[in-house]
């Protein structure tokens, strides 16, 4: 291919700090417990980490609330700990990227308390507005947006004496954009991050940066009120433009934006040279699949999918960004648990698992492996409120409970347990030792009760486990080309247990054939070259079969054939 770049090339491995390996006994995973793991990111060959924010935060949601760009937390560890971290993946030729959270600040960063006094230069940094006051006389908040995090988007701020804007908690204020100093200062961080030799940057929440002039209200149609104002706002394109001509344009890095409630139609005006610069980005549609039009706290309606309706959303995303990119997940920190999700965590955890990462690393797109993921870690279970860490699962309870929908956390327990974000951020299940070998301390947060099963150590001991499936579909994709670069072609749209898809390089040309559910399938395409007899097993989940066609396909048996 003419089109060759290393981010296309790479896989990348998400890494949730708090989350993944304690290395001082004080329950929170940290920088040297990363360092301590580079042999294992290595053994499983992904090329790329990408690290969650390490940043100094008073952590209200767990680092996505900065209060010092240029500084490490201290439960994480220093930056000459983050200095070692760098060498060490630099050395085994892993590459780092950071963590971009500029659409808001913590309310602890200087700029906000600055701004917050009206200190000259500050004033405007964050959107501060007058309220209204109500027929009795009681204040309100300047527009109708919700906030992601349940409420309003608007908190009163005593010492200014005036409402400020936060699209997610009160803790994280949103920055004003329109303010170039502030579009000044991102820039400058950005800048010093590159200088110190990181390979790019996971860029969170952009899509919400622009707001529309005058604050206009939303239709109360959507979760969170608002968003159909302020995501994608009028100078969105502007100010990212902006930010990759002084910053990224002039480093080999990668960019890859978060950006939900986006379609691949938008994308293009944001991806590549003739876009906004961003080399992919993380899209949304398919993790609303199983949630409800409205937004995913939405308890209204949840749970079902369709396999159809899954593959006509990843299929669009697969062969309509003409020479755009993306990159491809299944799973992330915001996101319950894949296996439990899209595959079946009881009796085919192991074939499910399997399924979903040769899904993941044989489609097109950078694909993107969450901790926990290549080993098979299940959602939990979380019976009450105070159980839960994550901020937008406890609004969204909350937001509920204060309009009627629910009268208390029992009647919406089901519900929690299906979508909470909490799932992914249980402890990394190192080993059968005590708290999975997280940590020697006390965990900050409860370690998934199926440990002594479900770990790093028993993974890495089976030769057939899910974690050497990952190993091997990795090293799969670094050797096939077709799987990079492959034109991709869906088999059968509208059959209801079968995802089959061929991938095709000038003349190599492979066929994936997946079967996403719990009874037997068979796998009948019309085309006559699939039913070629050369057909030949490049990796299978089941004792391999060369033949794939005319067949009966196993429970989520999942094949790799090259034909
Ligand atoms: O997530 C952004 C985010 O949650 C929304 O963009 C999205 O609209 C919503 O989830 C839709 O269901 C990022 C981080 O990944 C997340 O952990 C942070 O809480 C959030 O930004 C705020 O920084």
Known sequence: PTDREWWKEAVVYQVYPRSFNDSDGD?????????????????????????????????????YDVSDYRSIAEEFGTIEDW??????????????LMDLVVNHTSDEHEWFEKSRRREPGYEDYYYWRDGGTDERGDPVPPNNWGSFMGGSAWTYDDEREQWYLH???????????????????????????????????????????????????????????????????????????????????????????????????RAGEYLGEDGDGLNMLLHFEHMDVDVSPRGRFDPSEWG????????????????????????????NHDQPR???????????RVESAKLLATFLLTTRGTPFVYQGEEIGM??????????????????????????????????????VNYVSRDHARTPMQWSDDEHAGFTTGTPWFDVNGNYPTINVEAA????DSIWHHYRRLIDLRHREDALVYGEYDLLL?????????????????LLIVLNWSDESAAFDPDEAALRSANATTLLSNYDSEATPVGRTFRPYESVVFRL
Do not use: C
């Open 83 to 96: 200095e070692r971290l760098l060498t060490e993946l630099h050395d085994r030729d892993i590459r780092l």
């Open 167 to 265: 699209l997610f908690d009160e803790k994280q204020p949103d920055l004003n954009w329109r303010n170039p100093d502030v579009r000044e200062d991102v820039a400058a961080l950005v800048e010093w991050w590159l200088e110190k030799g990181i390979d790019g940057f996971r860029v969170d929440a952009i899509n919400y940066i622009s707001k529309p002039e005058g604050l206009p209200d939303g239709e109360a149609d959507r979760e969170p009120t608002g968003i159909e104002v302020f995501s994608h706002g009028p100078r969105i394109h502007e100010y990212l433009r902006e930010l990759y001509d002084r910053t990224f344009a002039n480093y080999d890095v990668m960019t890859v934006a978060e950006m939900a409630d986006t379609t691949v139609d």
């Open 378 to 415: 299940t959602n939990t279970e979380f019976d009450s409120l105070t159980a839960l860490d994550d901020p937008m699962t406890v609004g969204a309870v909350e937001d509920a409970v204060d309009d009627g929908r629910a009268d208390s956390f029992a009647d919406l327990r089901e519900f």
């Open 338 to 348: 894949i296996v439990s999700r899209f595959g079946d965590d009881d009796a085919y």
């Open 27 to 63: 329950g929170v995973g940290d920088i040297p417990g990363i360092t301590e793991r580079v042999e294992y990111l290595d053994a499983l060959g992904v090329d790329v980490v990408w690290l969650s924010p390490v940043y100094e935060s008073p952590q209200a949601d767990n680092g």
């Open 304 to 331: 079902e999918w369709s396999l159809v309706e899954f593959k006509e959303i990843m299929s669009r995303w697969q062969t309509e960004l003409g020479d755009d990119w993306t990159a491809q997940y299944l799973g």
């Open 493 to 509: 749209p509208d059959d209801e247990q079968i995802y089959a898809y061929t991938r095709t390089l000038d003349d190599e040309r």
């Open 460 to 463: 890495r001991a089976d030769e």
